[in-house]
């Protein structure tokens, strides 16, 4: 049941589709809020626009329809996926006649080397029924760029194949194990299995990424994977900077205190002795569960209040615990790996490894 007031024993409850409806609604007849939104925002960037539902489009139109804001529009039809979930198949025609807008067409492929470019002509060829004059960037050689089709009788042989290629790639090619990518179609744990053994003989790393690209996206494990690199490594100036300023930010450190040279020395004498506080703790974990109790110390360091209160996408439920969770669990599985925090944390962030991802 869906309802927004609910009832004693029923929670309101809210579709999307409720919440673009009413957000429509609210704006249209409130019009201190349509002028706050006009007047924050001269211009406005539509992206892929081919997937825009009618509700969003209403939206769209209700904020900024005969304003002085400027809408720009990008999408391509043939790229269009979300059909099944509400996707207007008229939209770039409403949008040209209600924002009286020019059509642009992109004829430069910035992405593609130049022998891709040719193959994705004929493809869009065969998809619309017209021609086109797509071209590559010039700093591409005009040989650049390679597409094969590979049959394999089973995922055994692939996956003996691509592991030989891959080694090719790493050793002949100079590329990285992290330069190179397998996409997946679908179930990527029942192919995995395979890769990593065939992976293994030639000495290269493969992860499913699919598991942990979520994880590491969210800033807070990029703060805590920051704070540990910092303790164990004199040379991540990157990480330091970005943990030093954090730390301004969570101790309330002004900027009158940042032109005094007397405050900003001793601020810095206090942040590296907690930095050398997390190193000594991060010296003495044995375990999973001590790492859990060690990741949550940093975030005391910060102090938990003014860092939910920073980051407020933290606080509801139990997000930031399961969080948490799942990073101390994925960083042990590669400390006991490598016996090395700083190699730990680079190992999670995948910058050794041949990352595989699931296309579903």
């Not at 007031?5 to 957000?23: N, V, Y």
């Not at 891709?116 to 005009?142: C, F, H, M, P």
């Not at 394999?152 to 050793?171: C, G, H, P, R, Y």
Request: aromatic residues 12%.
């Amino acid at each position: 049941m869906i309802c927004i007031k609910g009832g004693s024993e029923t929670p309101s409850r809210l579709t999307f589709s409720m919440i673009s409806r009413l957000s429509e609604f609210l704006i249209r007849e409130n019009k201190k809020i349509h002028t706050a939104l006009v007047l924050s925002y001269s211009h406005v960037f539509l992206d892929e626009f081919q997937d825009t539902t009618t509700n969003q489009y209403d939206l769209i139109k209700t904020c900024f329809f005969n304003t002085s804001t400027i809408l720009t529009a990008v999408g391509d039809k043939k790229q269009r996926i979300m059909v099944w979930a509400g996707a207007d198949l008229d939209v770039f025609n409403k949008f040209k006649d209600d924002f009286e807008a020019e059509t642009c067409e992109l004829l430069m492929n910035y992405r593609s080397a130049p022998r891709l470019v040719e193959i994705q002509k004929i493809l869009i060829k065969n998809i619309s029924g017209y021609d086109n004059n797509i071209s590559a960037r010039e700093s591409w050689d005009d040989e650049d760029g390679v597409c094969e089709i590979w049959n394999f009788k089973n995922s055994q042989k692939e996956a003996e194949f691509l592991s030989a290629e891959t080694k090719k790639w790493i050793v002949d090619d100079g590329l990285t194990p992290n330069d190179i990518c397998i996409i997946v179609k679908q179930k990527p744990d029942e192919y995995y299995g395979i890769l990593i053994d065939e992976m293994a003989k030639y000495g290269v790393k493969i992860r499913n990424e699919s598991k942990l690209q979520d994880l590491i996206s969210e800033e807070c494990v990029r703060i805590l994977l920051d704070v540990i690199t910092c303790a164990f490594s004199k040379s991540a100036k990157e990480e330091w900077m970005n943990t030093r300023e954090l730390t301004k930010i969570m101790k309330s450190f002004s900027l009158d205190e940042e032109l005094d040279y007397g405050k900003l020395r001793l601020f810095d004498q206090e942040f590296n002795l907690e930095i050398e506080k997390i190193y000594k703790l991060f010296l003495s974990i044995t375990n999973e569960i001590e790492l859990r109790s060690g990741l949550y110390t940093i975030i005391d360091f910060f102090s938990k209040e003014k860092f939910l209160n920073f980051y407020p996408q933290y606080k509801q439920g139990t997000f930031f615990d399961k969080l948490i969770n799942y990073l101390s669990k994925y960083l042990w599985i590669e400390f006991e790996i490598c016996d090395n925090w700083v190699e730990s944390v680079e190992s999670l962030r995948g910058k050794k490894f041949h990352p595989s991802y699931d296309n579903t």
